[in-house]
C-alpha cells in the first residue's frame, strides 16, 4: 500500500505556471508508474502525465510541450510542473501510484489538489 498527498494547487491567470507535488508514504523506487490525473466539473477523470519506474515519461496530448512529469526517488515525490496554464487546465489535479503484486493490479489515489486558471 501507499498514501499519496497531493499540494501546490491554486488559483493562477492564464499563461502563468504552478508546480504540484505528491508525496509518497512509502519509496516510489519500485512502484510501476506513477501519474497525474485530473477531473474538471461534469467531465471523466483523465490521464494528464506519466512517469514509470524506469523513467519514461507519457503526456495528454493537450498538454505536451507545457506540463512536465518528473520524480525524485530519494524524496519520494513526483512532480508536475504546469506552464502556459489555459482556462481549460482547470480541474481537481489526482496523483496516481500504479502497482503491480503478484501479477494483480493496484492503483492507489490522493485526495486531489484544486488547479484554477483564471482567463
Known amino acids: 500500500q501507499v498514501q499519496l498527498v497531493e499540494s501546490g494547487g491554486g488559483l493562477v491567470q492564464a499563461g502563468g505556471s504552478l508546480r504540484l507535488s505528491c508525496a509518497a508514504s512509502r519509496s516510489i523506487f519500485s512502484i510501476n508508474a506513477m501519474g497525474w490525473y485530473r477531473q474538471a466539473p461534469g467531465k471523466q477523470r483523465e490521464l494528464v502525465a506519466a512517469?514509470?519506474?524506469?523513467?519514461?515519461?507519457n503526456y495528454a496530448d493537450s498538454v505536451k510541450g507545457r506540463f512536465t512529469i518528473s520524480r525524485d526517488n530519494a524524496k519520494n515525490t513526483v512532480y508536475l510542473q504546469m506552464n502556459s496554464l489555459r482556462p481549460e487546465d482547470t480541474a481537481v489535479y489526482y496523483c496516481?501510484?500504479?502497482?503491480?503484486?503478484?501479477?494483480?493490479?493496484?492503483?492507489?489515489w490522493g485526495q486531489g489538489t484544486q488547479v484554477t486558471v483564471s482567463s
Open positions: 512517469i514509470s519506474s524506469g523513467g519514461s515519461t
Open positions: 496516481n501510484a500504479f502497482i503491480v503484486a503478484g501479477s494483480y493490479p493496484y492503483d492507489y
